[in-house]
Every structure is written in structure tokens, then in C-alpha cells.
């Protein structure tokens, strides 16, 4: 279809963004046999945890247990977030060879979320930067509140573009652009991915969406009209914004899978697998999950053609 | 932006195809009130009941009533189904000055929905539409499984144009195509609008759409890229499809009200008044309701730049 991807890359985050604000902590060995379980589904990127105090988000106390024992020899992409020089320090003890930098575009969200506004967050973040390129762990970085902030409003374009340009500098090699609280419309996402676009034509740019308005199908769509391939989604549509009470979670892996096989845009992720691994989700979470699909009891089309003689 | 339309006509169809699946029955005098809630929230075309038996539909026994009461005087377009000649004169007898009729593209559905396939059903609604339109009555036409057919898997475009071009020849001035069970995805929207566009150019094309499988947006977002500007949609993404067990209702009106709003897309429409009505609907049924914003404790932004400041 007229200049859409015919394929995209999926980081499922449900271990980290879809699990660290669940009252039910999810024992190690669960996300172990989850993070298996992706994999085996056709998973190439997943984001396992977070390098912040344990104190601060329990669910991430054991980001360091599960990084050792899946990193090692994993084909696939692991990768877990670094907020500082110490989360640097624990992701190389680990043996993580892919690591996300994360910082908000908007003071507000930084000074909430990191204690910091974004530009000296972004200061904050350079020894780590560069102890980890030093060891040469793989970077990557996510912009939050790329296009609203809930404290600032609106995120204007030009501080995206400088926060990007800075991360590039840090040795940065993929952007991925937050919708952190899911409500940015697909007006938003063209006029900030455009503007990061045109500054950084080589930039590899992915989107971190949630679906809190029902807007993210919309996103995703308007994003592959611009040529993105790389997606941020949590499995059941799991996950919450600490600062948006009643938000709803990240876009859901099975309805992004559904809607790019729907769409002839190949995945690689094997759906029926990936509904099994949501049921077990949901048993472990004791929890109703918010993917559309979750609620359909016909089984989501595995591709386009084939999917609709599922539906009853 | 870029040939986007700056605003959209928004068919409320709560009264009709949102309640109609309603294991409630509300009440004549409730859905007056609900109608002129919507009249005064600026909605100017709204679908008020269906010309059914009412044996089949106890739900929309009171369309005549309802037809009686509001269209008389109403600047507002008013418009209720006829499937059949007896459902013409009903809705002659009640002084309805707008008209949809309704047919399936797929034999599968025609056949479970109407009790004949797509050429047949499309020959009884002659004399019904001949009625119609020699009272000056004015026709429009819901297309249904205009995508996808829970009996027939995908619906070739061809028998949508065929379906289109027969609609035409009966007098009808716009064409709703519909997708009934919420299984298209923006491909399939793309694919089957542009060969009804590039056939019949002159005719207003609108989309009806559920979202079952969470790709409503999308396709609203990929039907505003195509030039489309009418959409049917549900107050709190009520309703649902007798033939597709768990779908989820229409695309909530709510939510599409909120993401136009937010690209700087004109509806007209009130968001304040539309979220109390919601609240009052939401009582009358006794249900939670599936629109995304029902779920977000805050106001939804009346305009997109004004919206942010309303998130907590």
C-alpha cells in the first residue's frame, strides 16, 4: 500500500511499562516464562526492566536477575532502561548488551518523573552514556511526552528536535517518541515526527503509544503513512502512566499485531502463541487486560486473507 | 493539513443501531430526551429508529412514535431505516423526511439479516425506495459488510460498487459503507472506498464503523486521508452485531468527537453536553460503557489546544 512499511519491528514492553504500575508484583520466575514465551512467538525485541531503586518501583527490583539470565546468548534484542550513571553501572554488571536511555521532552514530566527538568536530565544521563558506549552496549533512547505533556499541555515540536539532537550526540543509534499519557492525536504524531525527521533524516524512529482516548490504532496508522516501523506495545494492553490516573495502557501487542496482519504489514510474531501468553497474563494478573481482542472470543486472523474465516 | 477535511458530519446512531442490541428496553420518553440532548449539542443528523417489525426488534417498536414526535419541525436531518415497502409507508405515515435503506453486500449476511441475498434484497427495496422518493422523502443507504461478512470472509470491492451503483439507480443521495462486525482494517477501508470513489465520483460516501477489534480509529484516520467526512458512530460505543458474538459496539462518538477535536477537525458538537449525556445514558442502561473516554476520569479537550489543560 502506496510508501506503507510491509513489515515492523514490535519491542513488546510488558515486562517493564505494562508491569511497573500493577498492585500484583509478578514473581521472576512468571516474567521469566513470559519473556520465553515471547520469544517464542517471534519476539526479536523485548524490554525485560528498569535500572531505578528498587524502592522507588518494586516491580523492577529484579530488572538485574532477569537481564542475567536472558541476556546471555540471546539472538534476540533485550534491552532495559538507564536513567543514570548507577542503572548504567548494574545494566554492564548484568551483561546487558542493549540499553534504553529515557527522558522527557517536557520539564514538567522530567521534573516529575526523573527529578530533574529535561535539559539537565539530559546532563545527568551523559556518564552513563558513556560508560555504557565505552563497554559498547547497543543505545537507544525513549522521548516522553513527545507530544503532550500532562503538566506542560502541548510539547512543542523544536523541543523534541533538541532533545533528539542531544540524545544523538550521547551515541544514541533509534529515537522512540512517547505518547506518554495516550493523548496525542495523529495531527500530533505527523507534525513532531515530521519535525524529527527533518532534522535527523538518519535516525532510525520508533513511537511509544498508549490508548487512553482510543487513538492509538489512529497513531500507528498515521505513523506508517510516515514511514515509521519501529512500535512500542504491551501485551493485553497492559501498563498506566503514573501521572494520568485512569489512563489506560500501552497499545496492545495482539490488537497492533491483528491490525498490521489485517493490513498485509508482516510482524513475524505468531498470534495464536501471542493469546496464549495473554490468557496466562491475565490469570497472573487476576485482572480484566484492555486489548480489543480480549474481549472477542472469535481468534484474532493470523493474516489478512486467512483471518476472517476465524470470525464467527 | 494536507488535504484532510477541516470538518465532519457525525451521524448519532445510538437510538438505533446502540440500542437495538440492548437487553434493556429505554423507554419512549428516555430516548426523546437523549435525541434532544443531542439536537441541543449540536448533532445535526441523527438515526432515530428502524422501521422493523417490532416482533423482531422489540427495541424499536416506538420508531413511529419517536418519528411523530421529533421530525416534525426538526431543522435537524432525522432519519430512521426501512429495510421493506411496509417500512416506507410507516415511516410516510410518521412524516419522516429522511430515509435509510439498508442492504448487505455479502449473500451471507443479506441472507441472515434481511432473509434474502444481496441482488434480492436490493430488488424488494424498489418499490419501498419508488414510495419514498415520489414523496420527496430523502434517501440515503447503509452498505453493510461492506468489508468483511461474518459468513462470507472478505467482500470482494467489486460487489460493494455493484451494490453502490443499483443503490444510485434507486434514488439514493449518499452511501454509508458499513463495517459491521469491526473487522476491516484502514487496508481494507482504502481498498474498497477508492473503488467506490473511482466508480461512482459524484456520490457521498460515509463510513459506518464498530470497533471490535480496536482499528476504528485507524480507519477513521485512514477514511479523513481519503477525503471522507461522514461518519456514523455511537454515544459510549454502544451497540453491537447480532452475527458476531463479543463485538464490541460502534466507534463510540465520544471518542471520534475527541480525536477530530484534537487534529483540529470541526464536528460541532459540544463535548461538555455530549459527556452528560454519556453519564446520563450510562445510568439508563446499567452498563459500563466502551468508549475509551467513559474510562478517563478527565473531561475530554474540547478543542486541541484548549484540551490539554483538562488532563490531570
Not at 134 to 162: H, S
Not at 226 to 247: E, T, Y
Not at 293 to 299: D, F, G, N, R, S
Request: glycine content about 8%; hydrophobic content about 45%; some cysteine.
Amino acid at each position: 500500500m502506496n510508501g506503507m512499511p510491509d513489515q515492523v519491528l514490535i519491542t513488546e514492553v510488558l515486562l517493564r511499562d505494562g508491569l511497573q504500575m500493577e498492585p500484583v508484583i509478578v514473581p521472576t520466575d512468571d516474567k521469566l516464562r513470559l519473556a520465553y514465551g515471547f520469544l517464542k512467538a517471534g519476539v526479536t525485541s523485548l524490554e525485560i526492566g528498569s535500572f531505578v531503586h528498587p524502592d522507588k518501583v518494586p516491580q523492577m527490583a529484579d530488572t538485574d536477575r532477569l537481564a542475567t539470565e536472558l541476556c546471555a546468548g540471546e539472538a534476540a534484542s533485550l534491552h532495559a532502561l538507564v536513567f543514570n550513571e548507577k542503572g548504567a553501572r548494574r545494566a554492564l554488571e548484568a551483561g546487558v548488551r542493549h540499553v534504553r536511555l529515557i527522558v522527557s521532552a517536557s520539564d514538567g514530566h522530567s521534573r516529575a518523573n526523573a527529578g530533574l527538568p529535561t535539559r539537565q536530565a539530559l546532563d545527568r544521563l551523559r556518564p552513563a552514556a558513556e560508560a555504557l558506549t565505552d563497554a559498547k552496549v547497543q543505545l537507544e533512547a525513549t522521548i516522553a511526552t513527545a507530544f503532550v505533556c500532562p503538566f506542560d499541555g502541548e510539547t512543542p515540536p523544536g523541543r523534541v528536535v533538541d532533545t533528539a539532537h542531544r540524545l544523538a550526540g550521547l551515541g544514541v543509534s533509534a529515537l522512540h517518541l512517547g505518547d506518554t499519557i495516550g493523548a496525542a492525536s495523529p495531527w500530533h504524531i505527523r507534525r513532531t515526527v515530521t519535525a524529527v525527521q527533518d532534522e535527523l533524516r538518519d535516525m532510525p524512529l520508533g513511537l511509544h503509544l498508549h490508548n487512553t482516548y482510543g487513538m492509538a490504532s489512529a497513531n500507528v496508522w498515521e505513523a506508517l503513512h510516515l514511514g515509521i516501523r519501529r512500535f512500542d506495545a504491551a501485551l493485553g494492553g497492559v501498563g498506566g502512566c503514573p501521572f494520568a490516573p485512569g489512563a489506560a495502557g500501552n497499545i496492545a501487542t495482539d490488537d497492533l499485531v491483528n491490525l498490521c496482519h489485517h493490513a498485509g504489514i508482516a510482524t513475524g510474531i505468531d498470534v495464536d502463541q501471542l493469546v496464549a501468553l495473554r490468557d496466562e497474563l491475565h490469570a497472573l494478573l487476576g485482572r480484566k487486560l484492555d486489548s480489543a481482542l480480549a474481549a472477542v472470543p472469535a481468534a484474532p486472523a493470523p493474516l489478512r486473507v486467512t483471518a476472517l474465516s476465524d470470525i464467527p
